[in-house]
């Protein structure tokens, strides 16, 4: 029975050739998206595990007994005690001092770690044969570019000493990543409050990690990123299942006739089984083509806010085998379920048997789903693996019970519009569709699911962005640059500094830059003081008159007045230009005096003023967090939420053309199938522009109605989430969510009518005869 499945296959004439050819087509392009989808997936995790050896000294993965550097008026021979006191790590490899920090250019992050060695044998960093002693340092590709083509004034001067090489990408997130590997001395490192003594290098990957603070945590960037996943799986599930079921009431004809000349329910199967299997494995062996063709075009879309390396994106074994024998068995048994008729009666199909009316049950599992997503608002999952189960089982249901619904949804529209209708066509269309609801929304299976998901997604995303987003930087925040060097606040709530008094210099240099206008330093106080900056009322620093009059954005102070008292809140949230604040009882020398909280610098924001001045401000006070404008600041803090924005697009360009497909498909493979119904139509005198009508609505009331009910659902679903998750509220979807689903209605009637021309054609007198 395999060698005649096969032959039936191949050699069954030009309508199997045929049949053969658009189900591996059809499947291709299903398998090719999913694989796609599992390569970004693993290449997400790939080039998240590349920023564990970052987040070394910020973990216990690394980190010695000695701990950090502590205070700066300690840092000396306490930190020369714990660094001694730490010994050898394991393999015998000396301690050495760790500080990773974060940097920037022209807007673009830089990825820093200082170390200083304390012995001959270390550590050794990922991308490196040796770690680099004082003055010497290792760049990235991309940051080695960069500080080649800019004046050593702007960026190399931040290094110091000379280059010995080029980091490894083992040791590099992404193809642009700026990394810098920068070797000191073990004296200059324990004058920084954050360095910390480290014997190993952090190999955690940051989404396993508790302390991390570099890469992409697991707090529901992966956990969106992952159900965003399953719901982009699900649509390409429906295509494959919808392109091996091409043609199946012509088979299921053929395999009545081959029962009831004495052919056996099990040989039937096996024949439908080797059909479906032959015409699904030449899909899957062709699908690898559009993989392999877009994993290039996916590499540089940034889902993560940075490129992937081509070769992250790759399959694992086990996916491959599940891709490669999951799909030719799913085909297998969607045709053995398809001729469940045949086995039960061959003459159940030659009659045309009315199948029984899809039941309410159906609508449980969608039920189901909701219950899971609203019994998270009252028991939440408290770890991440517990939430990603927990959202995806729900979201699983969700979309599994409205695939489940939809025909009983159909046969309920269908009804209700036969009701209310005298018009032949849609008579026509709505009796059959009642007749057989089943086939009639499977057509629209795949574009209901994608506006489902697509509405989730948007939703999501949309309410995401309003909760976290920030205004727009205007011009004046371009040119102000500023730091914070404060180690945190005490009981008193007031800052605590890590910034020693300024070098004498360090002011004098600064204003000699062209295009800077002036420069400026907070000082921590040591007590609170009331001052009025709509609706805060204490004061943490103090700051120079004469500095502040060369930065007009913070304000001004009083006329005569030779120190002022700022909130702790001044820097960068609003401009306070016209601001008067009250005067502090300090001289310039007594400011003068005290240690270093903010040091901001006004320029004229041109990039040659900008980037020497945050050259020599970090230099003269190296710090975890380096030097920003204020717009740089604003623009990183939307980093995050431009990835998120990024994963919609994905989302919404992916699932619409699957649905695309999979619509086409139904819809031509139906035309097929109900070609001798409609010939006899015509027979009859029904003219053909009334049969046109009828395949219209026969695929526009299942669309409409049931995408009526998707959309809700996915409304509730986002809603529901927000609620349990991130404790937001869904807010209101914008213009262009309503014109993309508007958009893809239109082109969803429009491949319908695209199949229109073909009834002509397939209706013909010839179409009527007796088989």
């Not at 039936?8 to 392009?29: K, N, P």
């Not at 989808?37 to 998240?48: G, M």
């Not at 519009?417 to 008579?427: D, E, G, K, S, V």
Request: charged share 15%; proline share 6%; hydrophobic share 45%.
């Amino acid at each position: 029975m395999i060698r005649l499945g096969l032959r039936l296959a191949v050699s069954g004439g030009r309508e199997a050739l045929l049949r053969l050819l658009v189900t591996a087509a059809a499947v291709a392009i299903g398998v090719g998206l999913l694989l796609t989808t599992l390569a970004a997936v693993n290449a997400v995790h790939t080039q998240n595990d590349r920023y564990a050896w970052f987040n070394t000294g910020f973990t216990a993965d690394g980190r010695t007994a000695a701990g950090s550097a502590g205070s700066p008026g300690s840092a000396g021979s306490a930190a020369a005690d714990r660094e001694a006191a730490a010994g050898a790590g394991p393999d015998g490899t000396a301690p050495m001092w760790w500080l990773t920090r974060r940097d920037s250019f022209q807007g673009r992050e830089i990825g820093r770690v200082d170390v200083a060695l304390t012995g001959t044998a270390a550590a050794l960093a990922p991308g490196v044969d040796r770690m680099p002693a004082d003055g010497e340092y290792y760049l990235s590709p991309a940051l080695a570019r960069l500080v080649d083509s800019t004046p050593p004034e702007q960026l190399a001067d931040r290094f110091g000493g000379h280059r010995i090489g080029i980091l490894g990408k083992d040791a590099l997130p992404a193809p642009d990543s700026l990394v810098a590997l920068v070797g000191r001395t073990p004296q200059a490192m324990r004058e920084l409050p954050d360095a910390v003594l480290v014997d190993r290098i952090a190999t955690t990957s940051p989404d396993r990690c508790e302390d991390c603070v570099v890469g992409i945590k697991s707090n529901g960037a992966s956990l969106i990123l992952t159900v965003a996943t399953g719901a982009l799986v699900f649509p390409v599930l429906i295509l494959i299942g919808t392109a091996t079921r091409l043609t199946a009431t012509q088979r299921e004809r053929r395999f009545a006739a081959m029962r009831l000349v004495g052919a056996t329910p099990r040989q039937v199967s096996v024949v439908s089984a080797v059909e479906a299997t032959a015409a699904a494995a030449v899909g899957v062996l062709l699908g690898f083509l559009p993989y392999l063709a877009v994993r290039g075009q996916v590499a540089g879309m940034a889902l993560t806010g940075d490129r992937f390396y081509t070769a992250d994106l790759a399959l694992t074994l086990p996916q491959t085998a599940a891709v490669a024998l999951g799909v030719p068995l799913a085909a297998a048994a969607a045709a053995r379920i398809a001729l469940r008729r045949v086995r039960i009666s061959p003459l159940g199909v030659s009659r045309r048997v009315t199948p029984k009316p899809p039941r309410p049950w159906r609508v449980l599992p969608l039920l189901a789903g909701l219950a899971e997503l609203a019994a998270f608002l009252v028991w939440h999952p408290s770890s991440v693996d517990g939430q990603t189960r927990g959202y995806l089982s729900a979201f699983g249901l969700i979309m599994l019970g409205l695939v489940l619904s939809g025909p009983w949804l159909t046969g309920r529209a269908a009804a209700l519009l036969a009701r209310r209708t005298q018009r032949p066509a849609t008579l026509l269309a709505v009796r059959r569709l009642a007749d057989n609801p089943t086939a009639g929304f499977r057509a629209v299976s795949g574009l209901v699911l994608a506006l489902l998901v697509t509405t989730a997604t948007v939703g999501i995303i949309t309410t995401m962005t309003d909760e976290r987003g920030q205004v727009e930087a205007g011009p004046q925040y371009a040119g102000v640059l500023t730091n914070d060097l404060s180690t945190g606040y005490g009981h008193d709530g007031l800052p605590r500094a890590s910034g020693r008094p300024a070098p004498p210099e360090l002011l004098a240099r600064l204003r000699a830059v062209p295009g800077v206008r002036g420069a400026l330093l907070a000082h921590p106080l040591d007590r609170v003081v009331p001052v009025d900056d709509g609706g805060q009322d204490t004061a943490a620093e103090a700051v120079d008159c004469h500095e502040l009059a060369t930065v007009p954005l913070f304000g001004h102070c009083a006329p005569g007045a030779a120190a002022a008292y700022v909130p702790r809140v001044w820097w960068g949230f609003r401009d306070y230009t016209g601001t008067e604040w009250p005067t502090a009882p300090y001289t310039a020398e007594q400011l003068a005096a005290l240690p270093v909280v903010n040091v901001v610098v006004g320029t004229d924001g041109t990039q040659g003023a900008v980037e020497q001045a945050r050259t020599m401000v970090d230099t003269a006070y190296p710090a975890t967090r380096q030097s920003l404008t204020l717009a740089e600041s604003r623009g990183l803090g939307g980093s995050e939420l431009r990835g998120y924005q990024q994963l919609a697009k994905v989302v919404i360009l992916a699932t619409f053309p699957i649905a695309g497909c999979s619509l086409a498909v139904s819809v031509a493979a139906a035309l097929g199938e109900r070609k001798r119904p409609f010939s006899l139509l015509r027979l009859t005198g029904v003219p053909l522009s009334m049969l046109r009508r009828v395949v219209l609505m026969e695929s526009a009331v299942p669309l409409l109605a049931v995408s009526a009910v998707a959309i809700g659902i996915g409304l509730l679903a986002a809603d529901l989430f927000l609620r349990s998750q991130l404790t937001y509220t869904l807010h209101a979807l914008g213009a262009g969510y309503y014109l993309t689903v508007a958009a893809g209605l239109t082109a969803a009637l429009a491949i319908i009518g695209a199949t229109l021309p073909l009834l002509r054609r397939i209706t013909g007198p010839e179409t009527a005869r007796n088989e």
